[in-house]
């Protein structure tokens, strides 16, 4: 992949965690990098943006190569990997800083966005209406060193285990043909 055709998607679906672990096994994905996307506070910390006064969210920055997967396919992924139906949350993780949100950094991927949303209602694939955002990038800060790789570096970790885990399954079951394979 040759860094001027690399296109960014940041998106924000709960623990930064979890989304990472899954976007960085599909093929055509660089980067993701895990950060706070939206607030108002330059340079959060993870305590800030935890108590929730900074206005970020939990997100994902996403690298990626739009000849091997396009925006659209990053988002049939987003949709399915987490529950866009809970407003400020995702399981047991609750507050602004978990919502749901489509970050875009430009018209195409906004106008993507809001045909995917569509896409994703008339399939029902959530038997709740979808509450996600789909609002103008701002900024990204990338998270404390020790949030970056955490599923790949503590996998037996009980969060891993009990929440990553079944999107990985999931991710595996769903989109087996865009996985990236042991030599990408």
């Not at 599923?151 to 037996?156: A, D, E, K, M, S």
Request: proline share 5%; charged share 25%.
């Amino acid at each position: 992949m040759t860094a001027e055709k690399l296109a960014t998607a940041t998106l924000a679906a709960g623990c930064f965690w979890c989304v990472e672990a899954v976007f960085d096994r599909l093929k055509g994905v660089a980067q993701v990098v895990s950060g706070y996307a939206g607030g108002k506070v330059p340079y959060p910390t993870y305590r800030e943006v935890c108590d929730g006064t900074t206005g970020h969210a939990e997100a994902v920055q996403i690298t990626f190569d739009p000849a091997v997967i396009n925006f659209a396919e990053l988002l049939e992924v987003f949709w399915r990997i987490h529950d866009p139906t809970t407003l400020n949350r995702q399981g047991a993780d609750v507050g602004t800083q978990y919502r749901s949100a489509i970050f875009w950094h430009d018209q195409q991927q906004r106008e993507t966005a809001e045909r995917s949303l569509r896409a994703a209602e008339a399939a029902r694939l959530w038997p709740d209406l979808i509450v996600t955002e789909i609002v103008p990038f701002t900024n990204f800060y990338p998270a404390e060193g020790y949030h970056r790789d955490y599923y790949r570096l503590n996998p037996h970790q009980p969060y891993c285990r009990i929440v990553i885990d079944p999107k990985i399954s999931k991710l595996h079951k769903d989109f087996a043909d865009k996985l990236k394979t042991s030599s990408s």
